[in-house]
Antibody, heavy 126, light 107 residues
Framework: EVQLVESGGGLVKPGGSLRLSCAAS????????MNWVRQAPGRGLEWVSS????????YYADSVKGRFTISRDNAKNSLYLQMNSLRAEDTAVYYC???????????????????WGQGTTVTVSS | DIQMTQSPSSLSASVGDRVTITCRAS??????LNWYQQKPGKAPKLLIY???SLQSGVPSGFSASGSGTHFTLTISSLQPEDFATYFC?????????FGQGTRLEIK
């Protein structure tokens, strides 16, 4: 079964740190770009970060740039999100999701986030 | 950043109705547009990728079209399980922004 399972969420004080993990199974993890997407309570979806297969290209939303670090370990089929200097506005459910993207000759394709984890809740509060 | 705007924000409809949700991008994104369905307490589910391609396993009652800045998602005949929130998302450039969502409720 194709599956992503997040862990590492919890309650943390403002300014604190957390490290989220996402364990992949049932597919070739090293063939997919991976993402973190979050959803604040009662709000919409916010893309947080992406990391391509080789980890040579990494992208962040401005709201987390300089505070969050995405990484992956293809040998362990795992994705991570190190979150530092946490703020109240980082409170959300954090999802990991895979996306199939790449190039056919010179044509880029991006086939959407087709597998998602169940989410892990991060609460930043004093 | 590319802004994605969905309309309507909410919609009441009945089982069997045909409904259309619109998503507009603040600049041209070609066909790098995806649609997701989300039910309360659950992760989003990919319905449509590349503006009009039906994701495997998604019922054929869902269809989508568009390119450039204007996109639509249509449900041809609402089923009880279709009542959910729908999001569009652009995959043209980072940040990969989502629309604010359209909540589809039972009338």
């Amino acid at each position: 079964e194709v599956q992503l399972v997040e862990s590492g969420g919890g309650l943390v004080k403002p300014g604190g740190s957390l490290r989220l993990s996402c364990a992949a199974s049932g597919f070739t993890f090293s063939s997919y770009t991976m993402n973190w997407v979050r959803q604040a309570p009662g709000r919409g979806l916010e893309w947080v970060s992406s990391i391509i297969i080789s980890s040579t290209s990494i992208y962040y939303a401005d709201s987390v740039k300089g505070r969050f670090t995405i990484s992956r370990d293809n040998a362990k089929n795992s994705l991570y999100l190190q979150m530092n200097s946490l703020r109240a506005e980082d409170t959300a459910v954090y999802y990991c999701a895979r996306v199939e993207e790449g190039y056919n000759w010179n044509d880029r394709y991006y086939y959407g986030m087709d597998v998602w984890g169940q989410g892990t809740t991060v609460t930043v509060s004093s | 950043d590319i802004q994605m705007t969905q309309s309507p924000s909410s919609l009441s409809a009945s089982v069997g109705d045909r409904v259309t949700i619109t998503c507009r991008a603040s600049q041209s994104i070609g066909t790098y547009l995806n649609w997701y369905q989300q039910k309360p307490g659950k992760a989003p589910k990919l319905l449509i990728y590349a503006a009009s391609s039906l994701q495997s396993g998604v019922p054929s009652g869902f269809s989508a079209s568009g390119s450039g800045t204007h996109f639509t998602l249509t449900i041809s005949s609402l089923q009880p399980e279709d009542f959910a929130t729908y999001f569009c998302q652009q995959g043209y450039s980072t940040p990969y922004t989502f629309g604010q969502g359209t909540r589809l409720e039972i009338k």
